[in-house]
């Protein structure tokens, strides 16, 4: 049993006891914060996993910007308590069914994965030079331009629609 | 890797930190008095020779303070706040250079925590993580001026990050690389801030608003919010924050020195290795009088145009120095023709005045409604 | 990979650090609290209700406007690091990709939303 395997199990412990914080936290705010620590231990298995950049992108990207929205919103509706009063009647069958299918799937691919000759090596420590993030950069500018391209127009449609919701609202206010 | 490795890396660590801890409390010395010259008072002297012994004073006292926990706040998020803002201002240290390394008793001792190739987007993700403390300080409290103070400091935060990142781009640029000692290296023969001085002031104007230093201390406007978001807090959980400012201006100052100063280049430096924290600290010493100067003689801006300033004209100029800077050095490649790389330094000045004439105009107008 | 255990090891120091100092405090602050000192601090009135409402929404905006930059500089940082090889070919595709977030934020701006009142 090497080390890494050890760092591996203690992380996915974290990063399953975190989410079932989140998932169980009565106040929003903490499950905010949960999900923060959830995407920590994301980020550092993308470090184990030889992918610096992924790791670094993951934080600031996920627990840096998409969590501070979150709590935004959460601290200015002043919604840490609401309860919940308004859950659809078909939510939980949904819920359900798409969790079983998630479950199978999940299953289906760990054995699948098990019974070929895959082996998942860790890389090297040649990882940590300007190369590897070069060749990245390179097949993201060429063979993901498009991609990447599109990335900013669904960037741009996120902003827009956030404006128009927002617009929407202060017209009703008035 | 066997033990002595630990040893030499956790050794290591703690100089650092204590490095940091004794710079936070040698900076407010070095603030107060740089302060009351320039307000022509005398400052801090009585406790040790010119009041050296002030910060160790101040320091004992609020350890024997006594820590007031009010009523009707949430206890656990309360006290992870302090912490929460202190640890990132003291990791942004790890990927900064102090110099190369040196030889001590044949062991080879590395000047920096650690070498990884994507060092400024560690600097990134710890500054992301940083508002995290001071919103969760503000909204814990319970308190509608701490609360109003978190948003609005998070809020500033978060707006001249944007700039920051577009800052870092304009060095990675020019350096060629994320690494910091790389992006020191490439500066041997020029220092970036001779090739984008605009960028250089830019990142500069960014950290201030992001240590919340003069004149963008608005999250902790004394008339209008008290304190801001660590009004409940006292003795050593207000320590903490206070402490968190100040390694930030330390280690932002660091980042600045490395990425537009030459970081721990100067003479000799080469030959004698541990003249570089010297040099290094001496340009911290410099830039940390520059943000000094500005919080004795600038006053404080209010909120909206912060924030006017920092969406309307601080991102789209950082954006077009980053281009300016990319499209200059590609032409002087690719034409070879070394007249478009000086062009970088004189249209980005041009880029600058554009946006002060800006400002400028805006500010002669009756209204200060958009800038 | 090692460097990046150096990180964690750092990490670690700065962590015992605002830990040992709030434990410092609490074994040597002495602790006389009353409920007049632990009121909520509102400039010496009586304080109202708490301070868990709600504010104005609308901030949220800057909070996604900034999500969406945040993004794009994540993405210039690759940009960045290759465009010497790249050469101008690069520098257009990320004009493009920049100038179309551009828009974005004119968008905002033009209706207003980039106003703090």
């Known amino acids: ?174 | 890797m066997d033990w002595t490795m630990w040893v030499e890396w956790i050794v290591k660590g703690f100089v650092l930190c204590l490095i940091l801890l004794t710079g936070f409390a040698y900076l407010t010395w070095y603030e107060r008095r740089a302060l009351a010259r320039i307000q022509v008072r005398v400052g801090p002297n009585r406790a040790g020779y010119q009041g050296l012994l002030q910060p160790i004073a101040d320091a004992v006292k609020l350890i024997f303070k006594e820590e007031l926990t009010p009523g009707h706040v949430y206890k656990v998020v309360f006290i992870l706040a302090p912490v929460l803002t202190v640890v990132p201002s003291l990791v942004l240290a790890a990927v900064v250079p102090l110099g190369t390394s040196f030889n001590l008793f044949g062991r080879e001792i590395t000047l920096y925590v650690a070498d990884v190739n994507v060092g400024i987007l560690y600097l990134t993700s710890i500054a992301s993580i940083a508002v995290y403390g001071i919103v969760l300080a503000g909204w814990s409290s319970n308190n509608k001026y701490a609360m109003l103070g978190g948003i609005r400091s998070s809020a500033q935060m978060i707006s001249y990050e944007l700039t920051l990142g577009l800052s870092f781009v304009t060095a990675i640029i020019l350096g060629n690389s994320m690494n910091m000692i790389d992006i020191v290296n490439e500066q041997r023969g020029l220092w970036f801030v001779v090739i984008q001085p605009v960028g250089a002031l830019i990142f500069w104007i960014a950290t201030l608003a992001e240590v919340n230093r003069a004149p963008f201390d608005m999250p902790e406007a004394e008339q209008e919010l008290t304190a801001g978001y660590h009004a409940e807090y006292s003795g050593m959980k207000f320590a903490l924050f206070f402490m968190a400012e100040y390694q930030k201006m330390i280690v932002i100052s660091m980042i600045l020195a490395t990425l537009f100063f030459g970081g721990y280049l100067g003479p000799f430096v080469d030959q004698v290795p541990l003249l570089g924290p010297v040099y290094l600290f001496a340009k911290v010493i410099i830039l940390l009088f520059g943000m000094i100067w500005v919080r004795a003689t600038w006053p404080r801006i209010r909120y909206d145009r912060l924030m006017s300033f920092g969406w309307k004209i601080l991102l789209p100029l950082s954006l077009a120095i980053a281009f300016i800077t990319a499209t200059g050095i590609l032409l002087a490649d690719v034409l070879n023709n070394q007249l478009f790389f000086w062009s970088i330094p004189v249209v980005s000045i041009i880029a600058l005045l554009v946006a002060v004439a800006f400002i400028y105009r805006d500010l002669r107008r009756k209204s200060h409604g958009r800038i | ?117």
């Open chain 3, 1 to 117: 990979m090692s460097e990046w255990i150096y990180v964690a090891l750092f990490i670690a120091v700065g962590l015992i650090i605002p830990i040992g100092a709030i434990a410092a405090g609490f074994i040597l602050g002495p602790k006389k609290p009353n409920p007049i000192k632990e009121a909520t601090y509102e400039c010496g009135v009586e304080p109202v209700g708490e301070a868990w409402i709600q504010f104005k929404p609308q901030y949220y905006i800057f909070a996604l406007v900034f999500l969406v930059f945040d993004v794009e500089a994540v993405f210039l940082f690759p940009w960045a690091v290759k465009l010497g090889q790249l050469g101008l070919y690069a520098v257009v595709e990320g004009i493009i990709f920049v100038s179309i977030l551009i828009i974005g934020l004119v968008y905002t701006w033009r209706k207003g939303m980039l106003e703090w009142l």
């Open chain 1, 1 to 174: 049993m090497n080390s890494e395997l050890i760092v591996f199990l203690v992380l996915s412990l974290v990063a399953i006891a975190t989410a079932l914080g989140m998932l169980f936290s009565k106040n929003a705010v903490y499950s905010a914060l949960f999900l923060v620590l959830n995407f920590v231990t994301v980020a550092v298995f993308y470090l184990l996993l030889g992918a610096p950049f992924l790791a670094m992108s993951q934080i600031t990207v996920y627990a840096g910007a998409i969590m501070v929205l979150f709590l935004f919103v959460i601290m200015l509706l002043g919604a840490e308590n609401l309860k919940p009063s308004n859950a659809l009647p078909w939510q939980k069958p949904l819920a359900i069914l798409l969790s079983v299918i998630l479950g199978v799937e999940a299953t289906y691919l760990l054995l699948a994965r098990a019974r070929s000759s895959l082996s998942v090596t860790s890389p090297d420590a040649a990882l940590n030079t300007m190369d590897s993030l070069r060749n990245m950069a390179e097949t993201l500018f060429s063979q993901f331009l498009l991609p990447f391209e599109i990335t900013s127009i669904l960037l741009l449609v996120a902003m827009v629609g956030a404006v128009v919701l927002t617009r929407a609202e202060k017209g009703a206010a008035k």
